[in-house]
């Protein structure tokens, strides 16, 4: 073989070489795009977030409904007090709360327990800045609430709500005055100030809740 046609032998060779390189470098770039493109474009459903039952209680002018209605971002021109019960969806980042709440008034308060039934968490709302009247009825139904077969493992939030008001207790008053120390040993409770105003601290409270009910179920697979 002349060396004309070796020199043209191993340039074919080249050439084949670097078709096939140059064909290799396309495709992992084609993967490489298509892979993006399904990181950017194609995620798939973001996985469901829990669901928790709760009920809601508190007097009558304690806040309930207002709070409710804050949290789900509705108009406050709308709110109208609870006579019976109402539920709302109450979504979080990580949660969805579906929050049964009860009215607070005297000829309601006697059938609340007929609603406990399938709770998960309880949310107990009570107005700091009350009378001293209503604040011992609140007391009483805390108590209540608290010592409930249905209710006394459950995680409790209780809120002490209107603390924009000038007659508002601070949380260390109304803590030693409902007693929570001795009477809750032992149980899953938060007790957090909250108002209107500050929607911040009512969201923190409610994620607390949130760790609690979330902690409750671990356990009870554990289990």
């Keep these: 073989m002349s060396d004309l046609r070796i020199t043209e032998a ?25 892979t993006c493109f399904r990181a ?4 798939g ?26 949290l789900c971002s509705e108009s406050p021109e709308n709110v109208v007090s609870t006579t019976g019960f109402s539920i709302k969806a109450v979504p979080f980042q ?5 929050v049964k709440e009860l009215g607070g008034a005297d000829n309601i308060r006697k059938y609340w327990s007929r ?19 209503d604040l011992e009825t609140a007391r009483n139904e805390l108590h209540s ?9 459950l995680p409790f939030l209780i809120l002490a709500n209107h603390q924009d ?13 409902f007693e929570l120390e001795p009477l809750a040993r032992g149980k899953r409770w ?7 105003d500050n929607m911040d601290t009512l969201k923190d409270s409610f994620s607390q809740l949130i760790n609690l009910l979330e902690e409750k179920d671990q356990e009870a697979v554990r289990m």
């Design 115 to 133: 609603y406990y039934q399938g709770s998960q968490g309880v949310i107990f709302v009570l107005d700091s800045a009350s009378s001293e009247d």
């Design 10 to 34: 191993f340039l074919y060779m080249d050439y084949l070489r670097m078709s096939e390189c140059i064909q290799i470098s396309f495709a992992v770039c084609r993967i490489g795009i298509y």
């Design 94 to 98: 990580n949660a969805i709360l579906n």
């Design 45 to 70: 459903p973001p996985p469901a977030r829990p669901e928790y039952d709760l009920v809601c209680i508190g007097l009558t002018g304690s806040g309930k409904t207002s709070l409710l209605s804050k």
């Design 190 to 196: 938060i007790l957090q100030p909250c108002s209107l």
């Design 40 to 43: 950017l474009c194609c995620k």
């Design 165 to 177: 008001k000038p007659a508002a207790r601070s949380v260390q008053e109304v803590k030693k005055y």
């Design 145 to 153: 609430a608290l010592q409930h077969p249905q209710l006394c493992t």
